[in-house]
């Protein structure tokens, strides 16, 4: 018998979800339905997302042309950082580094040693640059492939900005073109089993309960099932990231032709950071801050400074927030997804990963009948062990930009630069580091939201400093990593040479769409 499946909630959480499992469950098993309420905002004020995403429309049977076009959306290759490191004046062009998509030339620890021997060289390049191409490929403001290349692939690893109303709006036409059943309702209550599990949402214009087999909490921040009905606790990690309040503008560009940075801007302040990526119409800009070391006329300044004159008489939406995650994220029949799970400051645009993960395996474990009491707990315990872990991986990864910072301006940096506020496991990792490179034997695969050499383009990229002594006594293949060096800089002339500036390529894939 066909059982049924009820997502609470509609945004990028709750349509992402349903487009995929309505084209990765057998239809003969299960049946999707979605709720939300036209009264209930989403919260989206523009998002960027991680390469995985790529993968994920395509399993949702998007295409990619399509997608850009409806969506606003822009292509983006990593994040640029300015102001973070200290090496400067603060918010000076040299304190700049770049973390890239693209994967080092040679593997995670192939040319690391001997970037690390080099240390002191005058010529020694930033260490994103030094082993892949695409520092050069976005600072000559080149988008990642070509108007001929096949949608979701291309020279340059890369994922997308877009307006996330626009996004949802587009998963919500897949998704219930592929068989996804919308209904619109404010939810009132929820009733439960004698056992607990759900039993059914009831809108709260006097319609019947609408009864599931298995429930999906997009409900956001409210966390409707997960938290005010199942009571899961939430696990806040303000002690270790202090960001709680975001400011939000949209920006228009200054003229049609204006450059679409491909890449995420991230300019650090006294206070906070600010957030700044290109759209097809306009730019997504935040501040990112924290109320105990900053009140909120003050962040507004800040914001409307880094602005300037692009930023007069625009309105600016405040976003509160806490860090952290529900260490639970599956109970009985219903999982959460999204906000309702855990939310992180969007500095390294975790957000949508994270949706795209839950997705991924609850795609994966609802293949077990949900009659199976036994494989249904074993897949509960299974997800919540993993999206914990994964969580934590990011707290320690996030914590990373902030730690090893030399910035000591203010009393934001001097806080975030104290050990006592690192996570064990980070602590415990550059402890380490200072002596030997990070290792695949420092990360557990399945629990990584960032793969080694993510944390290798921040470390390096903030002047974290590895004794060379260490690298040197068992790396001494120095003309052959010379010649390969050489080679990633010919692989950035050749790229830039041949991919066409971003905005172009942008026109050109919307009017082909």
């Not at 409307?304 to 004159?309: E, I, K, N, Q």
Request: charge should be negative; hydrophobic fraction near 40%.
């Amino acid at each position: 018998m066909t059982k049924r499946i009820v997502i609470v909630g509609g945004g990028t959480a709750g349509w992402l979800t349903a487009a995929y499992l309505v084209r990765t469950l057998a239809p003969e098993s299960w049946r999707i339905s979605l709720v939300e309420s036209a009264a209930i905002g989403i919260i989206g004020v523009g998002e960027g997302t991680f390469p995985t995403i790529r993968e994920t429309l395509a399993a949702c049977g998007i295409d990619e042309r399509e997608f850009l076009r409806k969506a606003d959306g822009s292509f983006k290759q990593g994040v640029r950082f300015i102001g973070w490191t200290g090496r400067a004046t603060p918010g000076a062009a040299t304190d700049d580094y770049f973390h890239p998509f693209n994967l080092p030339f040679g593997g995670d620890e192939g040319l690391l040693p001997y970037w690390i021997k080099a240390d002191g060289e005058a010529k020694r390049p930033a260490y994103a640059d030094a082993v892949t191409a695409q520092g050069h490929v976005i600072r000559a403001g080149c988008a990642p492939k070509r108007a001929n290349d096949p949608g979701f692939s291309g020279p340059m690893n890369y994922a997308y900005h877009f307006d996330a109303a626009r996004f949802a709006d587009h998963l919500r036409e897949v998704a219930t073109a592929n068989g996804v059943e919308r209904i619109e309702a404010t939810i009132g209550e929820v009733t439960q089993h004698a056992d607990g599990r759900i039993a059914a949402v009831v809108p709260d214009d006097g319609r019947e309960g609408i009864e599931g087999d298995f429930f999906v909490d997009c409900s956001g921040f409210r966390a409707l099932l997960i938290g005010k009905t199942l009571g899961m606790p939430f696990k806040g990690v303000g002690d270790i990231l202090f960001n709680d309040r975001a400011l939000a503008i949209q920006v228009p560009h200054a003229g049609p032709g204006d450059a679409i940075h491909p890449y995420t801007l991230a300019t650090a302040h006294e206070a906070g950071w600010t957030w700044d990526i290109g759209l097809g119409a306009r730019r997504g800009v935040g501040y990112v801050y924290s109320s105990r070391h900053s009140d909120d006329e003050a962040s507004e300044r800040t914001l409307r400074t880094y602005l300037g004159d692009a930023g007069k008489d625009l309105s600016v939406r405040q976003l509160r927030f806490e860090s952290g995650y529900r260490e639970t994220q599956w109970v009985g029949n219903c999982a959460a997804v999204g906000l309702a799970a855990g939310f992180f400051e969007p500095l390294e645009l975790t957000g949508i990963m994270l949706i795209e993960v839950a997705a991924r395996m609850l795609g994966d474990f609802l293949g077990s009948p949900v009659s199976d009491e036994a494989a249904m707990a074993a897949a509960a315990r299974q997800y919540n062990r993993l999206m914990a872990a994964r969580f934590a991986a990011i707290v320690e990864f996030l914590k990373l930009h902030y730690a090893i910072s030399q910035r000591r301006d203010t009393a934001y940096w001097r806080d975030n630069t104290d050990p006592a506020t690192f996570p064990g496991g980070l602590r415990d990792k550059l402890a380490q580091w200072r002596h030997r490179p990070p290792s695949r034997f420092d990360f557990v695969v399945d629990h990584e939201t960032f793969l080694p050499a993510s944390w290798q383009f921040i470390l390096y990229g903030m002047g974290f400093r590895t004794d060379p002594a260490a690298v040197g006594a068992r790396h001494h293949d120095d003309a052959q990593a010379g010649q390969a060096f050489l080679r990633v800089f010919d692989a950035a002339k050749q790229a830039i040479a041949n991919l066409p500036p971003h905005r172009q390529l942008l026109e050109e894939l919307r009017r082909a769409a």
